[in-house]
């Protein structure tokens, strides 16, 4: 079974800072993906960031990065210039990319997020 | 990117009444989609994954003749609460994979539907 943990329930920053979201995972699979999505008030899902297991080089859009520590099995999302529109819970998820008795492809693991504030 | 909507946005009705809820992938063939269930401040719980054309498959727990999903076509899969109780008052999300897009393997995500049970 695939579990992830965000052990930040809530983190706060200050505008303009850098703020780091940790998150962990478990699985026996060597090939999977890895998603930070934002959930804003608006409770829409956005997706923030995308890593593929087997790259070794870590996923960066624009002000958003992630450590991606493999064999930690660690998967940490880094804020940049932090705005007050990134004020949003932020889920950690991961998808395995094969297929075993009653599984489906695409599905996502979640963690229980992290209830981000950025305040001026 | 691909948009994915949900209709009703939000809805309040009756204990006992059935609501039914739709979730369209508006510019790509959708060839499964999830239904979720999400309470205040908590993560998204999945309920169930819909292929189009075949059965939906319920997460553990899940009552499938509580929620009827229906797959029917690759752009439509409808959630139906049946005999609604208070306790089923949540916010419901979709999402949708498509086989077009199965290198990425991204779920496209509905803007979610808050139904209200009275």
């Known amino acids: 079974a695939q579990t992830v943990t965000q052990s930040q329930p809530e983190m706060s920053v200050q505008e303009a800072e850098t703020v780091t979201l940790s998150c962990t995972y478990d699985t026996s699979e060597s090939n999977y993906y890895l998603f930070w999505y934002k959930q804003p008030p608006s409770r829409q899902m956005i997706l923030v960031i995308r890593q593929e297991a087997y790259k070794q080089q870590n996923a960066t859009e624009n002000r958003f990065s992630v450590n991606f520590q493999k064999a930690a099995k660690s998967f940490s999302l880094k804020i940049s210039d932090s705005q007050l529109g990134d004020t949003a819970m932020y889920f950690c998820a991961f998808m395995k990319l094969t297929l075993d008795r009653g599984s489906t492809l695409g599905r996502l693991y979640f963690g229980r997020g992290t209830q981000l504030t950025v305040w001026p | 990117g691909a948009v994915v909507s949900q209709h009703p946005s939000r809805v309040i009705c009756k204990s006992g009444t059935s609501v039914k809820i739709e979730c369209r992938s508006l510019?790509?063939?959708?060839?499964?989609m999830f239904w979720y269930r999400q309470f205040p401040k908590q993560s998204l719980m999945l309920m169930a994954t819909s292929n189009e054309g075949s059965k939906a498959t319920y997460e553990q727990g899940v009552e499938k003749d509580k929620f009827l999903i229906n797959h029917a076509s690759l752009t439509l899969s409808t959630l139906t609460v049946t005999s609604a109780h208070p306790e089923d008052s949540s916010f419901y999300i979709c999402?949708?994979?498509?086989?077009?897009?199965?290198?990425?393997?991204?779920?496209?995500f509905g803007p979610g539907t808050r139904l209200t049970v009275l």
């Open positions: 999402s949708a994979l498509t086989s077009g897009r199965a290198q990425y393997n991204e779920q496209f």
């Open positions: 510019d790509f063939q959708a060839t499964t």
